[in-house]
């Protein structure tokens, strides 16, 4: 059976830091990225990062990018998203998804998602 569960989300002030991971395990089948999106309240899903499978490329949303780093333990079936700086517009549920093909970006909001977890909350406020 396929599971994505995500940990590490919590309560941080601005300009704090959380790392985030995701088991994954129970793929028969590769897919094109992994990563994370997000979402906040009234907001659509913002893919946030991932990591492509054909290349092991990573890529970041335009706001995230020089704060978060993702990475990946092959032999553990981990990912993880390294956030620093948090800025109080980072708050929302952060999910550990897989895409099957990228959207308008690779792992954008608007990408064919495969799987994804139940989501961990992060909260950046004083």
């Known amino acids: 059976q396929v599971q994505v569960v995500e940990s590490g989300g919590g309560l941080v002030q601005p300009g704090g830091s959380l790392r985030l991971s995701c088991l994954a395990s129970?793929?028969?089948?590769?897919?094109?990225?992994i990563g994370w999106f997000r979402q906040a309240p009234g907001k659509e899903r913002e893919g946030v990062s991932c990591?492509?499978?054909?290349?092991?490329?990573?890529h970041y949303v335009d706001s995230v990018k020089g704060r978060f780093t993702i990475s990946r333990d092959n032999a553990k079936n981990t990912v993880y998203l390294q956030m620093n700086s948090l800025k109080p517009e980072d708050t929302a549920v952060y999910h550990c998804?897989?895409?099957?093909?990228?959207?308008?970006?690779?792992?954008?909001?608007?990408?064919?998602?495969?799987?994804w977890g139940q989501g961990t909350q992060v909260s950046v406020s004083s």
């Open positions: 998804a897989t895409w099957e093909a990228a959207g308008k970006h690779v792992c954008s909001g608007d990408g064919p998602l495969g799987y």
């Open positions: 129970g793929f028969t089948l590769d897919f094109y990225a």
């Open positions: 990591i492509r499978t054909s290349d092991g490329s990573a």
